[in-house]
T-cell receptor
Framework: QQQVKQSPQSLIVQKGGISIINCAYE??????FPWYQQFPGKGPALLIA?????SEKKEGRFTISFNKSAKQFSLHIMDSQPGDSATYFC????????????FGTGTRLKVLA | GAVVSQHPSWVICKSGTSVKIECRSL??????MFWYRQFPKQSLMLMAT?????????EQGVEKDKFLINHASLTLSTLTVTSAHPEDSSFYIC????????????FGPGTRLTVT
């Protein structure tokens, strides 16, 4: 019940296209869902996060869509650029009690120029 | 968000020796810090939660006598890998809460440890 399943494992998108990464969780107590971007040899950087009281959050080219009933959330990268090529991790946690993040397995995105 | 630094950024040590990794919160007083390890092309694995002034809480399967964590101040936590072996070679990353209420974690740049 602590797992966060992330797909796809890898993704290749043409420049200007839309990149979509999906995550599914099991624990209904999770109420905070961040996305991180990690470049090789670097630490993860917080990209965008959402709480279950909204169905969508947009920051620039990055959008999180959240489906509480399906226990799924996804990251959409609009107008994908070669500089977006990185590994993306979704995570889930509770804002009360335990503070651990449960991370997805990661998606390696490559945007072709 | 919080700015986190780690030192060193990479280190090579011989098998059987110990190595210390520092994690500093540069602009934020961090009562809680986290230590993760990451193997190539894998996700982040939480090793322990470090609380200032108290003992760290280790995740199941992490040897607390091998990975010593000290969080002596609100801006510094250290991870010491004792009697390192080649299988301890990994990417070690710390993180802090930038906003505890919102559960935002900010990560350091990581430390690449290679044990020969």
């Amino acid at each position: 019940q602590q797992q966060v399943k992330q797909s796809p494992q890898s993704l290749i998108v043409q420049k200007g296209g839309i990149s979509i990464i999906n995550c599914a969780y099991e624990n209904t107590a999770f109420d905070y869902f961040p996305w991180y971007q990690q470049f090789p040899g670097k630490g993860p950087a917080l990209l965008i996060a959402i709480r279950p009281d909204v169905s969508e959050k947009k920051e620039g080219r990055f959008t999180i869509s959240f489906n509480k009933s399906a226990k799924q959330f996804s990251l959409h990268i609009m107008d994908s650029q070669p500089g977006d090529s990185a590994t993306y991790f979704c995570a889930a946690t509770r804002t009360s009690g335990t503070y651990k993040y449960i991370f997805g397995t990661g998606t390696r995105l490559k945007v072709l120029a | 968000g919080a700015v986190v630094s780690q030192h060193p950024s990479w280190v090579i040590c011989k098998s059987g020796t110990s190595v210390k990794i520092e994690c500093r919160s540069l602009d934020f007083q961090a009562t809680t810090m986290f230590w993760y390890r990451q193997f190539p092309k894998q996700s982040l694995m939480l090793m322990a939660t470090s609380n200032e002034g108290s003992k760290a809480t280790y995740e199941q399967g992490v040897e607390k006598d091998k990975f010593l964590i000290n969080h002596a101040s609100l801006t510094l936590s250290t991870l010491t890998v004792t009697s390192a072996h080649p299988e301890d070679s990994s990417f070690y990353i710390c993180s802090v809460y930038g906003d505890r209420a919102r559960r935002e974690q900010y990560f350091g740049p990581g430390t690449r440890l290679t044990v020969t």
